[in-house]
């Protein structure tokens, strides 16, 4: 705890937010300059080219003051192996991302380096720490490896959905990590703590170009480092510390609910599910006249209370996590329901 809210942390912390808001005011610039702009079409929520690849100074900002304050802090903290494996695979997807941004990828290629990438890393974690746990259950590596790898390329590739109006992914972002500072800084874990309080911070200087209206993408390069970190720390954090699973996903329920909905819909649809649309629940909001500022704040105050749900699981005995759990999927889907009777409403009439 002592670490976690130390001075030097926040002032780290504090180090991070500039840096990114600096970096995000930098590349803005040079993407004029140099015509790296995302031009709309038909399934963008903008109206005009906006500068893209901002997402560059949110892995600039947190790295540089994470490996920092490690190097300031010096033997004075234990920093597991765990972390490292979070990091250097958020920071190989955010590589590719940003190849992404400049040259565009294949899916296929896409995706066969992110099961490739995550499956080594997490056979590395399994080596170190067989079995998973989970609930008072211990899990063997037959079993969690490959559900592991499908989390993290499933979180991954969400999070680069849901990053399609403004403020969204690194409001997320900053809300989520803030929250896991917390958990994490309560178990002691100050490695993990530090790690998420910086990610929220980069995030939020972020967010001072980029919320509604945004002056400024974050790009594959952006997106595909938070959903490679968040995704991996997901099963990384959860096998080495004593933070629950679920724990480490309630926060993203919106973000898991609204993509894994929606790719089942187009699928039973006969739709071509692996194409660009605009039928998410975020982007169907703004379909019926919403603002982005409503959408995004709308989209927050669920991750605040998802959040509080997630701190509530923490609290309860088996049945209480359960309501806990059911809780959340019961509100998101009333709140879908809602949504998709507004927007049949609007088509009628």
Request: charged share 10%.
């Amino acid at each position: 705890m002592v670490q976690a809210f130390s001075p030097i942390t926040f002032g780290f912390a504090t180090l991070s937010f500039a840096v990114s808001a600096a970096g995000v005011w930098i590349t803005i610039r040079l993407a004029q300059k140099f015509g790296v702009m995302d031009v709309p079409n038909v399934r963008s929520s903008h109206s005009v080219p906006i500068p893209r690849m901002g997402g560059i100074a949110i892995v600039i900002a947190a790295m540089f003051s994470f490996t920092s304050w490690l190097f300031l802090t010096g033997g004075e903290v234990f920093l597991p192996s765990a972390i490292w494996t979070v990091l250097l695979f958020a920071l190989i997807m955010s590589a590719m991302g940003l190849l992404d941004d400049l040259s565009g990828l294949t899916a296929l290629f896409r995706f066969l380096v992110e099961i490739a990438c995550s499956a080594g890393l997490i056979f590395l974690l399994a080596m170190r720490v067989p079995f998973f746990p989970i609930e008072g259950y211990f899990i063997p590596p037959s079993v969690w490896v490959p559900i592991g790898v499908f989390c993290v390329v499933w979180m991954l590739n969400l999070y680069n959905f849901m990053d399609g109006i403004d403020g969204l992914a690194g409001g997320e972002a900053a809300v989520a990590a803030s929250f896991f500072f917390l958990v994490f800084a309560h178990f002691g874990e100050s490695g993990w703590a530090v790690a998420n309080l910086i990610v929220a911070a980069a995030s939020m200087g972020f967010l001072v170009h980029n919320w509604p209206p945004a002056k400024v993408f974050m790009g594959d390069v952006g997106s595909d480092f938070l959903g490679a970190f968040f995704g991996m720390q997901a099963v990384a954090a959860a096998l080495t510390t004593p933070v629950p699973f679920p724990v480490l996903l309630l926060p993203f329920a919106n973000f898991i609910l609204d993509t894994t909905f929606t790719l089942f819909r187009r699928m039973l649809c006969g739709e071509k599910w692996y194409r660009g649309h605009r039928s998410h629940f975020y982007q169907r909001m703004t379909n019926l006249g919403m603002s982005h500022a409503r959408v995004t704040g709308l989209e927050l105050v669920s991750v605040v209370l998802s959040c509080l749900a997630a701190a509530l699981y923490l609290r309860s005995g088996m049945q209480g996590r359960i309501l806990v759990v059911s809780a959340v999927l019961i509100g998101f889907l009333a709140a879908g329901i809602r949504i998709s009777q507004k927007g049949r409403s609007r088509s009628g009439a």
